[in-house]
Nanobody, 123 residues
Framework: VQLQASGGGLAQAGGSLRLSCEAFGTILSINAMGWYRQAPGKQRELVAGIISGGSTNYADSAKGRFTISRDNAKNTVYLQMNSLKPEDTAVYYC??????????????????WGQGTQVTVSS
């Protein structure tokens, strides 16, 4: 199983970016997907998450500005980021908790991470 993230880049304060993350592999079901970020010198933190039923949760810093969504048919999660601020600058990682078949063995509730995509917001 691999998570492939894309969509990061440079934006000006007040601008927008959209991140995408697709899960590849023999996936049986996806229990939850989410986005985390890690700024230099800081711990990785949850930005937004979405579970299989569609419920979402957001960090306080993301509420009202970011929207997480999911395309179940494509095993893809998106993060629409609006009204970006310089403090949103970080490496953004997608995460998925899913059931999959790997080398003929079923794994349930495993945690997978994407490679990270840099988001830089200039003031």
């Amino acid at each position: 199983v691999q998570l492939q993230a894309s969509g990061g880049g440079l934006a000006q304060a007040g601008g927008s970016l959209r991140l995408s993350c697709e899960a590849f592999g023999t996936i049986l079901s996806i229990n939850a997907m989410g986005w985390y970020r890690q700024a230099p010198g800081k711990q990785r933190e949850l930005v937004a998450g979405i579970i299989s039923g569609g419920s979402t949760n957001y960090a306080d810093s993301a509420k009202g500005r970011f929207t997480i969504s999911r395309d179940n048919a494509k095993n893809t999660v998106y993060l629409q980021m609006n009204s970006l601020k310089p403090e949103d600058t970080a490496v953004y990682y997608c995460n998925a908790v899913l059931d999959a078949v790997v080398a003929g063995t079923r794994y349930y509730g495993y945690d997978y991470w994407g490679q990270g995509t840099q988001v830089t917001v200039s003031s």
